[in-house]
């Protein structure tokens, strides 16, 4: 008769003391699921929203606590950034960081839990999901109209105010002329103004210091002999943050548009030559710092296996005749890595077991009374 003699098990804790969220602006969604995905595991959270997004994280809170929510579990603080986070990283309580927002950000905090990890209880977790420059990649093999339903939607949704969105594209020589003519037409029959119109698919940019920033980058394309801007390039705040949607071609597939990320409507193309595939996937990889979202276009299966292992360690989240943005929950889990964070993979399974610490326990039932082994004789 078999006799177990010792009980094995693993149990998940929650971390010892308190999670510190930091949510951005452009997803209300992810700014309830930074702090509710800690607190789910049983953790307390201090959750600071960003300046941009008061009201709807206000919002956020009223749903917690209608849906039952305890107080104390998730707590907002509204203030100061740079006093909330000296704050709270100074406390040896502190046990994580669950953040989304800028890399220059991110490496900051870093660096600060850094020089306080003497005072820390434990090792913090740190999870950061941060900037991108994504690219949309076009094999001669294309579908036209895929490739720009990809741009227009992938670059100009929520005026590319999205970590996701496509940014640098690569179009090659043959198919050049045909994405540009169908670029013009649909970007040209876009609507612009207020969100209260349902049928306007593009409006204002979030606030003037991101108004101020794209029009700069705008203004120097304008004067710059390696690029050319070709649809939009005009910007207007006398009735809020307008910034029309513009795509600027450049000769220079290192143009600074092409490497920095912008947060907004402004997407930027390089045209080829179609027997330059191979140095194209390798132009993507190396282009830019970080690695977050990516697509190819392509009816060629072999070209799209081609570019799915050359640009492996480019984009966490890579697709496939699609924009690289809009992952689902469940379906895409999101995050990449480089400078666009730690890939803990948000709205998974993976994400959430990092809130968690791993206690094993071992029960025997027969516990020994004689320190001799067996071997021992």
């Not at 820390?120 to 999901?129: A, F």
Request: hydrophobic content about 40%; proline content about 5%.
């Amino acid at each position: 008769m078999l006799v177990h003699t010792v009980w094995n098990r693993l149990e998940h804790r929650p971390l010892e003391g308190f999670i510190y969220a930091i949510t951005p602006f452009n997803f209300t969604a992810i700014a309830a699921n930074l702090p509710s995905s800690a607190a789910m595991m049983g953790n307390v959270v201090v959750w600071k929203p960003s300046d941009s997004q008061i009201f709807s994280a206000k919002v956020i809170v009223d749903i917690f606590k209608e849906a039952g929510l305890p107080d104390g579990v998730i707590n907002v603080i509204y203030g100061d950034p740079v006093m909330v986070t000296d704050t709270l990283l100074a406390s040896p309580d502190f046990a994580g960081l669950h953040f989304t927002g800028s890399t220059h950000v991110f490496k900051d905090l870093w660096a600060k839990i850094g020089t306080n990890i003497h005072n820390y209880k434990t090792y913090p977790r740190i999870v950061g999901e941060t900037g991108g420059k994504d690219f949309i990649l076009a094999h001669p093999s294309a579908n036209v109209k895929q490739v720009v339903t990809g741009i227009v939607r992938g670059a100009f949704e929520f005026q590319g105010q999205k970590c996701s969105a496509a940014s640098r594209v690569y179009i090659p020589s043959s198919l050049w002329p045909a994405v540009k003519a169908q670029l013009e037409t649909d970007v040209n029959s876009m609507k612009m103004g207020s969100p209260e119109d349902m049928s306007n698919f593009f409006t204002a940019v979030i606030h003037e210091g991101s108004f101020n920033k794209l029009a700069s980058y705008i203004d120097q394309a304008k004067q710059d002999a390696d690029a050319e801007i070709i649809l939009g390039g005009g910007y207007d705040k006398s009735k809020g943050w307008f910034i029309e949607p513009t795509v600027i071609v450049t000769t220079n597939p290192k143009y600074k548009t092409m490497e920095t990320e912008l947060f907004g409507p402004v997407v930027t193309i390089y045209v080829y030559e179609d027997s330059k595939w191979n140095e194209t996937l390798e132009l993507i990889d190396t282009t830019s710092e970080y690695a977050l979202t990516g697509a190819v276009f392509s009816t060629d299966r072999y070209a799209i296996e081609e570019a799915t292992i050359a640009l492996e360690n480019s984009a966490g989240n890579f697709y496939v005749n699609d924009k690289p943005t809009g992952a689902v929950v469940g379906n895409q889990p999101f995050g990449g890595a480089r400078a666009s964070g730690t890939n803990d993979k948000a709205g998974s399974m993976l994400n959430l077991l990092r809130w968690v610490s791993p206690r094993t326990i071992k029960e025997t039932f027969v516990t020994p009374e004689d320190y001799r082994y067996p071997f021992l004789g």
